[in-house]
């Protein structure tokens, strides 16, 4: 079995075989942007191949309410149906981190991101924090 001796911590192409591409085919597939097909929340990519991992990285917003939107929900609420200015803010928060957590991982030149997970969590009265998180990855496809 290879030893991870590379000082970045992160194997070679002559440590990983024969079978895996050199770092010139990495680099000339390797594109500026990580479109949304290279998110996933599984582990895998289908139909590429991890060929090294640039870590955990995740994207992070922490908003509050407005108060006049609190109560327009709270009074809808009563009578039932779609909160819309809360899902409104919440599809917005949700994309900013989105943004995020791809700028972390292109900052650390991956081109896709697997085990892609959304948190949101309470902080204080009236605070929320709503974290995506996953791990930067270099694929390439799979031959």
């Not at 995740?58 to 609420?77: H, I, P, Q, Y």
Request: proline share 3%; aromatic share 8%; glycine share 12%.
């Amino acid at each position: 079995m290879a030893s991870w001796s590379s000082s970045s911590g992160v194997g070679t192409a002559e440590e990983y075989g024969a079978a895996r591409p050199s770092a010139e085919q990495v680099r000339a597939y390797v594109q500026p942007m990580i479109s949304s097909q290279h998110i996933t929340t599984t582990f895998d990519l289908p139909g590429y191949t991890i060929v090294s991992c640039q870590g955990e990285v995740m994207g992070l917003t922490v908003r509050s309410r407005n108060a006049f939107s609190v109560f327009g929900s709270g009074l809808r609420s009563l009578f039932g149906g779609e909160l819309r200015g809360q899902t409104k803010a919440l599809y917005e928060s949700r994309k900013q981190v989105m943004d995020r957590l791809v700028g972390e991982a292109e900052l650390r030149s991956a081109n896709a991101i697997v085990g892609m997970r959304f948190d949101t969590s309470e902080i204080g009265n009236g605070w929320t924090e709503i974290c995506a998180y996953g791990t930067a990855v270099t694929v390439v496809p799979a031959t």
